[in-house]
């Protein structure tokens, strides 16, 4: 197998830059923390331990960004889904409060990433816009920009001039422009990432999952097909691609899928009609679509719910409706790349952190905006276990891991009420 085909066929492992050299683990060995997935969450992690001097091992079950954070969609959105109100509400005002503004300020830790292990991945900082159609549309663009603002979020509203202007087509009556957010090549950030992780002294070891974790007399020892770590502090950074290694966990989130296609690279002057800045576009409707044109000059459209499971159905030729009623000026420009990816939902939408043992840190539950905020939660844990955030000063309170009741029911009827949308969108 290529270091890459794990990912199957998607625009970042087509385009990706050449993976660091890993190998499996073989043996048994010692370390001070051991870190399951090699994601941004556990290699953000991996990188604040051991800049500190802690010894890491990081075991992946397939390859270095084999889950999210390989296939995501590349839009590096700061803060999460839910209004900084609503998450006041939910967290209480003052842990709300210091969740908003360490959630709503992570541009500049992905930045600061990149720039300090000089990751190629396209980080550009274009702002993306949250735009709004119908009435109602309108009306939930509005009260976005209403919340951000009134945090001190530098975030502004649009007219349907410069909206159209930004997007290059007049479908939106108004539009949220986030200037902190921006958009990335993901799988080669998360390639950088470990890239760094391993310059700093980590060790990762791919096509190495873990089947058992367990506390021994000797600390967390986490057993692979071909080996164990042994170490004092064990961390599970796997979101939704979770197994059954700790009980609970993968039945804490409910498994939505993702679909993404992109086209052939366009001209340069064709390119400079869509999306001019390269501005992500987010759609406030039921089931959102995105829009981003990538720095290979391709336009990327995607939308929740698994990849369509035959060809020509009205679900495999949804991408092509929406280039239509966007860009038509694209013609019947070839799809080159389609793939698709889970998130984990978790029930109230927020990051996850959980000790549910001692020595045994989980962070998880990225509900799909994972590129800034899974970064931050592998900086979290790995500041809890150098003992330097403070349970009062920690974004993130400590919660009990709950499975969520009936969550693939759940996941099957977002699946149909996608499914469904994306019938419906062919109505005129
Ligand atoms: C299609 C898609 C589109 C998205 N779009 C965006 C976006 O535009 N912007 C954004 O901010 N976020 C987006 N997200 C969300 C974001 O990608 C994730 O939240 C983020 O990548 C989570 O990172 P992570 O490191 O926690 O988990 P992951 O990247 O999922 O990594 C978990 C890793 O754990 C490994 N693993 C699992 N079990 C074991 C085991 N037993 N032993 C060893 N290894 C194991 C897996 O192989 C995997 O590599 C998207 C997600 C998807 C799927």
Not at 3 to 19: F, R, V
Not at 219 to 245: F, K, N, P, Q
Not at 409 to 425: K, P, Q
Request: proline fraction near 7%; aromatic fraction near 8%; include cysteine.
């Amino acid at each position: 197998m290529k270091p890459l085909d794990h990912l199957g066929p998607s625009l970042w492992a087509g385009t990706a830059n050449e993976p660091p050299d890993t190998v499996p683990l073989e043996g048994e060995r010692r370390a001070d923390v051991v870190i399951v997935g090699a994601g941004f969450t556990g290699l953000s992690c991996a990188i604040h331990l051991a800049e500190a001097g802690v010894d890491v091992v990081v075991l992946e079950a397939k390859g270095i960004g084999h889950g999210g954070s390989g296939r995501n969609m590349g839009q590096v959105n700061p803060g999460v889904w839910a209004d900084p109100k609503v998450v006041e509400g939910l967290l209480g005002e003052a842990t709300g409060r210091r969740f908003n503004e360490a959630f709503g300020g992570t541009y500049e830790l992905v930045e600061g990433l990149v720039k300090r292990f000089d990751i190629r991945c396209d980080l550009m900082r274009t702002g993306n816009i949250y735009v709004g159609r119908s009435s109602k549309g309108v009306r939930a663009v509005e009260a976005r920009h209403a919340q951000l603002s009134a945090y001190g979020f530098d975030v502004e509203l649009l007219d349907e001039e410069r909206t159209a202007a930004i997007v290059g087509n007049r479908r939106y009556r108004a539009a949220m422009l986030d200037k902190r957010a921006g958009n990335i090549h993901p799988l080669n950030y998360a390639l950088g990432l470990a890239e760094g992780a391993i310059s700093l002294g980590a060790t990762i070891h791919t096509s190495s999952r873990v089947r058992r974790l367990a506390q021994t007399a000797d600390g967390w020892r986490a057993e692979t097909d071909r080996g164990a770590v042994t170490a004092e502090r064990a961390v599970i950074a796997t979101d939704a691609y979770s197994d059954d290694l700790w009980p609970g966990l993968k039945r804490s989130m409910v498994p939505i899928g993702t679909y993404a296609t992109a086209t052939v690279p366009l001209s340069d002057n064709l390119r400079k009609t869509i999306l001019p800045q390269r501005t992500s576009t987010f759609e406030a409707a039921p089931i959102s679509t995105y829009l981003h044109m990538v720095a290979s000059n391709r336009i990327m459209i995607s939308i929740l719910g698994y990849p369509p499971l035959f060809k020509n159905s009205p679900f495999d030729r949804w991408p092509r409706l929406q280039l239509r009623r966007h860009f038509p000026q694209v013609g019947d420009i070839p799809f080159e790349f389609k793939w698709g990816g889970t998130i984990g939902l978790s029930d109230d939408h927020l990051p996850r952190l959980h000790e549910p043992a001692p020595g045994l840190t989980i962070c998880c539950g990225f509900s799909g905006r994972g590129i800034t905020s899974a970064t931050l939660g592998g900086k979290i844990v790995a500041e809890r276990i150098r003992g330097t955030m403070a349970d009062e000063d920690c974004p993130l309170p400590v919660k009990p891991i709950r499975p969520i009741p009936l969550r693939l029911l759940r996941a099957a009827s977002y699946e149909l009420g996608i499914r469904a949308f994306r019938v419906l969108a062919w109505l005129p």
